[in-house]
């Protein structure tokens, strides 16, 4: 067609009827009018700034109590006294508290508790794991699909409290650290997501393997292992938080509070304004430094999360929404 041509045709069709239509958006036939989804509009201005108001409140809220907990630790007990309880800034620099804690009997074997509970316990629970979703996720496996039914229910109707303590007292785990780790060694949440991720692996993988007469712990090690670290990054970061923050096993299965974790020791400084000593006798922590001492434990609980999260943060895209879409 020539450019005259085709001229021509556009101005006969811009010349054509015009069709009106309602208010409403419907033409005169009957049809409705076309409308783009909401997600397919240009951003307004209006919206654009709301949006950006709404994060930048919703991000004061979350720092403002981390700001004021790290300046009241920091803080020394003389100016946390004359600000009323907390401080937005330490004037008075001081790192008595976190030296009071980590020289301390009772804070500083609870903070090793925890940091030992936590590797030790994301590395048990990370095994089992790892092991019983590629055994739930190869096909042909004898009472693999029982043995995922029954993980489901009891996951969908956990034990009580009492049924949990009578089976660990009974396996004579009572007053021990096992006891922290055993009865929650595996996660259902976590269990679905990496049977899910090994599923989702091409199937001509293990067909090679087989086929150089690999077993299957050397197609687990060598093959699965390896295209999986992400999925595994991410569980293993879920267990090691669990592990991390659970107070409420060390207070039901630990008899000796001076064998508590962190995250236990801390609650009860919370809740009670007490600690535990090294003999397990609870002592009165309402002194001259108890804030700073209160703060200064709320960010050795808190930091090392946030100092693992970052370099993890990446892999939960492609770790965890993959498995949970494949599973």
Not at 49 to 55: N, R, S
Not at 72 to 90: E, I, M
Not at 156 to 170: C, K, M, S, T, W
Not at 191 to 207: A, C, N, S, T
């Amino acid at each position: 067609m020539s450019p005259a041509t085709g001229a021509t045709a556009r101005r006969a069709k811009d010349s054509g009827p015009k069709v009106s239509r309602t208010p409403n958006g419907r033409m005169p036939g009957g049809r409705t009018k076309t409308r783009r989804a909401a997600w397919q509009e240009e951003p307004r201005a209006l919206t654009t700034a709301g949006k950006v108001l709404a994060m930048v409140l919703i991000t004061a809220a979350v720092v403002a109590p981390f700001w004021v907990v790290l300046a009241t630790s920091l803080s020394s007990s003389r100016q946390v006294t004359a600000d009323g309880g907390y401080s937005l800034w330490p004037r008075e620099f001081s790192l008595h508290a976190f030296h009071q804690i980590l020289t301390g009997s009772t804070t500083g074997r609870a903070l090793v508790v925890s940091l030992l509970l936590a590797v030790v316990g994301t590395a048990v629970s990370l095994a089992a794991t790892v092991l019983l979703a590629y055994a739930l996720a190869r096909p042909g496996v004898i009472g693999g699909g029982w043995a995922l039914k029954m993980t489901l229910i009891a996951f969908l109707f956990p034990p009580g409290i009492i049924p949990a303590y009578l089976v660990v007292d009974n396996l004579g785990l009572i007053d021990s650290y096992p006891s922290l780790v055993l009865p929650v060694v595996v996660d259902v949440f976590n269990l679905v997501v990496l049977r899910g991720f090994f599923q989702g692996l091409p199937g001509e993988l293990f067909e090679a393997a087989r086929l150089d007469g690999a077993g299957e712990f050397t197609v687990l090690w060598r093959i699965v292992l390896p295209l999986s670290k992400s999925v595994i990054a991410v569980v293993g970061f879920f267990y090691g938080v669990t592990y991390w923050n659970d107070f409420f096993r060390a207070l039901f299965y630990l008899n000796d509070p001076g064998r508590w974790p962190l995250s236990t020791l801390l609650r009860l400084l919370v809740t009670q304004g007490v600690t535990a000593d090294a003999n397990g006798t609870t002592a009165s922590a309402l002194q001259d430094t108890s804030q700073t001492t209160l703060m200064a434990t709320i960010v050795l609980a808190v930091v090392p999360v946030l100092v693992v999260y970052p370099f993890v943060q990446r892999f939960f895209t492609k770790g965890v929404l993959t498995g949970a879409v494949k599973s």
